[in-house]
């Protein structure tokens, strides 16, 4: 894959972002006209808005050749990057909050070592050093505690799991999809502690990072479903270390 004819595709999963969309779009165009040296596509996964959200990224993809929509008619995080991801033709495939939360200037050093073969993942991380993160106590505390419950269940290498700036090699991100249950918000989780089980190489970027104060997320019960998410995936990883043993014996 020469450097210069890479394609990365940029998908922004929205749900009733009316407000910020166009804005946000704008700006990510202009960033990668003027400062990424790669071929570049933007999708708008819009799942299930209600809003005029679909009615705007429309009007995006009509007006940039470089800017496609991809409707569902379901809600999901998950859901939106997993049929967004499984569809496209691009070299890397990344993704992004819609509020631009993580400063752009941090994508190109996240996509750089997968296109050169350093890497087979890359994540934004708020929680490595070198990082600057503003955003409210409580959901830097809820942050930490949740990564720190995940060394406890995995000693994972990653520091950061739900920082919405990630990208992978398409063609390891294809054969993930089709082991990740999870259409959510533990979707990102899920699919980092495969890679890492199956020796993927994850670089961490530091970014700085602001709260959206907008945010569509609700704490409580995407940190229950993060949690319920852990113990299945816990008890998957040691029922597959179990049959390799015993596979191993016979």
């Avoid at 998410?229 to 015993?246: A, L, P």
Wanted: hydrophobic letters at 40%; a positive charge; aromatic letters at 10%.
């Amino acid at each position: 894959m020469p450097d210069k004819d890479a394609l990365v595709e940029i998908v922004i999963p929205v749900y009733n972002e009316e407000a910020i969309l166009e804005k946000s779009v704008t700006t990510l165009r202009d960033y990668l006209s003027q400062h990424f040296p790669y071929r570049w596509r933007i999708t708008i996964a819009n799942n299930a808005s209600k809003d005029r959200t679909l009615e705007i990224a429309r009007h995006l993809e009509a007006t940039y050749p470089d800017v496609h929509v991809c409707h569902l008619d379901q809600k999901g995080r998950g859901r939106a990057l997993r049929t967004a991801w499984s569809q496209s033709d691009a070299d890397v495939v990344s993704y992004m909050d819609v509020d631009l939360s993580t400063n752009l200037q941090s994508f190109l050093p996240l996509v750089a070592p997968i296109i050169t073969g350093h890497s087979d993942m890359a994540i934004g991380s708020r929680l490595a050093k070198g990082a600057r993160v503003t955003r409210q106590w409580k959901r830097e505390i809820i942050s930490r505690i949740y990564n720190l419950i995940l060394k406890l269940f995995f000693w994972n290498n990653f520091t950061d799991a739900q920082c919405g700036f990630k990208a992978g090699r398409t063609t390891i991100v294809k054969n993930l999809l089709n082991q990740i249950e999870n259409q959510e918000w533990f979707f990102d989780s899920e699919m980092l502690l495969l890679a890492e089980e199956k020796g993927m190489r994850i670089y961490e970027v530091p970014v700085d990072w602001i709260e959206d104060l907008d945010t569509r997320v609700n704490i409580s019960k995407t940190a229950t479903e993060d949690l319920k998410g852990c113990v299945r995936v816990w008890k998957q990883r040691r029922e597959r270390r179990m049959h390799e043993k015993k596979f191993a014996k016979v």
